[in-house]
């Protein structure tokens, strides 16, 4: 079983910075692919950035620019910079990862708790 959890949410001034970290503990042979989604009040959850175990990245088309996904395969775990933050990135962030538990076990989809990010001033 994989557990994700995240840290660095928190409120900042439009135009500030904040770095989420999410870190993948439990037992498990290997994580896949990792990422970051967000949901806002009254709106559909959306993907902010995924890195793939082979270092591809994607963003979405509101972050793109902004937004850094990087990946610590030693540690488990990915980490959004978040730069030049405007008050419709307010949200809920969630962590997202793809696991296997052993190399004969089907790839489980797991989610964070999530961390809340506002931008207000």
């Known amino acids: 079983q994989v557990q994700l959890v995240e840290s660095g949410g928190g409120m900042v001034q439009p135009g500030g910075s904040l770095r989420l970290s999410c870190a993948a503990s439990?037992?498990?042979?290997?994580?896949?692919?990792m990422g970051w989604y967000r949901q806002a009040p009254g709106k559909q959850r959306e993907l902010v950035a995924i890195v793939t175990t082979g270092g591809s990245i994607n963003y979405g088309d509101s972050v793109q620019g902004r937004f850094t996904i990087s990946r610590d395969d030693a540690k488990n775990a990915i980490y959004l910079q978040m730069n030049d933050l405007k008050p419709e990135d307010t949200a809920v962030y969630y962590c997202?990862?793809?696991?296997?538990?052993?190399?004969?076990?089907?790839?489980?989809?797991?989610w964070g708790q999530g961390t809340q990010v506002t931008v207000s001033s």
């Open positions: 439990g037992i498990f042979f290997m994580i896949g692919d």
């Open positions: 997202n990862a793809d696991s296997i538990a052993s190399p004969i076990a089907r790839e489980i989809n797991t």
